[in-house]
């Protein structure tokens, strides 16, 4: 948790404050000079004894007690600095510029940790090395600008990147989005991401608290704590976007399985943000944009008005939204008619509602009163520019007036940021949020509202008795289990299995030859893809191609025996799982057999996984219609398939060592679901996570 100190502090030091605005130091001391801190504030300078007119001290030591320390000197006294304020002065919140720590070599990431322990042991919070700081109500702590404005219902944002936190706060500016509080964790040495969305969470007022949660994340050293705590903030009525950036070397790693090939690290982000209900976004203006709709009112439904006097871009609003699942309903009646009266000659009502160059405010005016009182219409989104002919105060007042007392939210896109920036900028003034760009807008909102938040869903809950799988795999050594053993650990799971043989020797052929009803499969056990060696052969119909099957695949290099299954029909489906780092376990599902690779038609989630997440993990798959039945195709069990994938993250859970787990094909009809081939890989480590997720989550 972050100290209050460091939140609120009712004094603060500047190490390395300077009448040098253009230095850190300097600039950060400026910054809490003019935004009025209305605690006490001193700096250290050995040269100076008033900077800025604060009152200095050249040597640390001579410092009075103080609560939060700014520092801003080179890395190679930060350490002694340290010492000295948490051993001396009390002090317990600390921010520190200062770069040439982790992010530089081990010299600097010795350094980086000797502060880390210094802090920990006097109980306080540490932001950063090599950050920019932290603005909040209370206190302006950065050595950057611009300083937004700030508002209890803007939007928090949390950064790991100093430089990415200002080009946010600056695009923000442009378009009108407020913050409430802006925090940025640098190396994160101490307190990352996940700390500071714990603090956000437990301090979290309904009504006092901003509801809009951005994140620029360039690392997620604690993922369950930041499912748990961004899910708690989304159950406590949150919004939260992020961007994620870069990926670990764990998941560049080659791949031993059709499942470690597609579940790379950006699954486990995709997944993990899904769990949660963050909208994942990848870009700056993305990001901001997804922030500036959340600020809106919230639509019921998906049918959206296009209101223009600019035919252009309303085809291309249009376009963008139509091609993402919104609907731009068809406008007609008496109503509609009556609307039409209203306007120019050669205006259109039918959606978009095109009002020509010419249009007026009185006439926008009528159409907002005539979309907010249709049943057909969910959200209105308004594209008003300007040739530059004439002053458009009185058609944005409009919308100013209209935005803040309709029940339907207005989204308004201005893209006239040159013809009319001073109506523009005094639009902004009065809270509201501006959008330039009408594709752009258009992706952000229909991913918003197609969103859906996993974390909303019903609590998992499982009663399987897994001792018996803990049986199987406690005595085993890492690597792939025989194949044998993981058969027997997904039928403990109640994963059904085609009945098999397993044969090394002459002797045992001649023993399995007698009970097995033809036609059989053959495949080879040993190498890893066994068709890539042509270790499969099917429709073996009688002892002598049993025999010479035999014989053929026990010469295939690695061969170690011969699997020998009945010919099981259906549909090849496919369901797989993997572990990365200290992230929960990733199922992914999908049509089996070479397809997994050749289409990549997969989904996944992660786990816990509810049967409703399963459910919907088939759906939403392209090959859904097919699995569902289609020209007179019959289709699968897909209740079936969905409680197959519940079982299966119920036995990750139980079985945390699993670290690939792959079973394809499953061979699945209306009536049945039959697995016929399984891989899995154990890869035990020192802390086994997912138990503790459980505890947390359900």
């Known amino acids: 948790m972050l100290h209050s100190k460091l939140i609120n502090p009712a004094s603060i030091v500047v190490v390395g404050g300077s009448d040098n605005i253009h230095s850190p130091g300097g600039r950060a001391l400026k910054n809490l000079l003019e935004h009025q801190f209305k605690g006490k504030l001193f700096v250290v300078n050995p040269k100076q004894e008033i900077v800025q007119g604060v009152r200095s001290f050249k040597d640390i030591n001579a410092l009075p007690e103080v609560d939060l320390a700014i520092i801003a000197i080179a890395a190679k006294y930060v350490v002694d600095a340290v010492k000295v304020l948490t051993q001396k002065k009390n002090t317990k919140g600390f921010i520190i510029f200062s770069a040439g720590f982790s992010e530089k070599d081990e010299a600097g990431a010795k350094l980086e940790r000797e502060i880390v322990d210094l802090i920990n042991e006097a109980g306080g919070s540490l932001l950063g090395p090599n950050n920019i700081g932290l603005i909040n109500k209370n206190y302006t702590g950065v050595f950057t600008t611009p300083i937004p404005e700030l508002d209890e219902k803007g939007v928090d944002l949390i950064s790991g990147s100093g430089a990415t936190a200002v080009f946010i706060i600056e695009a923000a500016q442009s ?162 008619e009556t609307l039409l009266d209203k306007l120019f000659d050669g205006s259109s009502v039918s959606n978009p509602i095109d009002f020509l160059a010419t249009g007026n405010a009185q006439q926008l005016e009528a159409i907002l009163e005539y979309c907010e009182t249709s049943p057909e219409v969910d959200a209105m989104a308004v594209i008003f520019g300007s040739p530059g002919l004439t002053a458009v105060d009185d058609v944005y007042e409009v919308l100013n007036e209209k935005i803040g007392t309709y029940k339907k939210p207005i989204y308004a ?142 010469q295939i290099e690695g061969a170690n025996a011969v699997l020998v299954q009945p010919m099981v029909k259906g549909k090849e489906l496919f369901i797989g799982a993997k572990k990365e780092a200290n992230y929960p376990h990733v199922i992914l599902c999908g049509l089996g057999g070479i397809f997994v690779e050749v289409l990549k038609d997969v989904s996944a989630s992660m786990i816990p996984i509810s049967g409703e997440e399963s459910l919907k993990m088939i759906l939403d798959l392209k090959a859904a219609p097919i699995l569902k039945g289609i020209r007179g195709q019959a289709g699968i069990n897909l209740e079936l398939f969905a409680e197959t994938i519940v079982k299966i993250s119920n036995l990750l859970v139980a079985v945390p060592e699993i670290a690939e787990l792959d079973i394809n094909p499953l061979m699945a009809t209306e009536n049945h679901l039959i697995a016929v081939d399984v891989r899995i890989r154990i890869e035990r480590t020192d802390k086994e996570l997912q138990p503790h997720m459980t505890n947390e989550l359900t």
Request: net charge neutral.
């Open 175 to 336: 378009f009108g989005l407020r913050f409430s509080n802006v925090y940025t964790v640098g190396n994160s040495a101490q307190i990352g991401v996940e700390e500071v969305l714990e603090y956000l969470d437990h301090s979290f007022e309904k009504g006092g608290s901003s509801k809009v949660k951005l994140l620029y994340i360039e690392s997620i050293k604690d993922p369950l704590k930041f499912l748990k705590h961004t899910s708690s903030l989304i159950q406590k009525g949150c919004k939260i976007a992020a961007i994620k950036a870069g990926s670990s070397e764990e998941g560049n790693r080659a791949a031993s399985s059709h499942t470690g090939a597609i579940a790379n690290s950006d699954v486990f982000v995709d997944t993990l943000f899904q769990k949660a209900g963050i909208i994942r976004c990848y870009g700056r203006n993305e990001l901001i944009t997804v922030a500036g709709i959340l600020q809106q009112k919230e639509s019921e439904g998906k049918n959206i008005a296009i209101i223009t006097h600019a035919g252009g871009p309303a085809v291309m609003l249009t376009d963008v939204l139509s091609k993402n699942g919104l609907k731009i309903p068809h406008l007609e009646g008496k109503e509609s």
């Open 413 to 554: 896109i201005l893209p006239s940021v040159v013809n009319v920036k001073r109506e523009i900028q005094e639009f902004l003034k009065k809270g509201n949020i501006a959008f330039h760009d009408e594709v752009l807008f258009g992706t952000a909102l229909a991913k918003v509202y197609n969103h859906t938040s996993e974390s909303q869903k019903a609590a998992v809950s499982c009663h399987q008795d897994f001792r018996e799988a803990r049986k199987l795999v406690n005595n085993l050594p890492n690597g792939y289990m025989p194949t044998e053993v993981a058969v027997s650990l997904l039928e403990t799971a109640g994963v059904k299995f085609a009945t098999s043989f397993h044969i090394k020797n002459q002797e045992e052929l001649s023993r399995v030859s007698r009970s097995v009803t033809y036609p059989v499969v053959l495949k080879v056990e040993g190498p890893l893809h066994k068709s890539d060696v042509g270790g499969v052969i099917l429709n073996v119909s009688d002892d002598a191609d049993l025999i010479k099957g035999f014989n053929k695949l026990m």
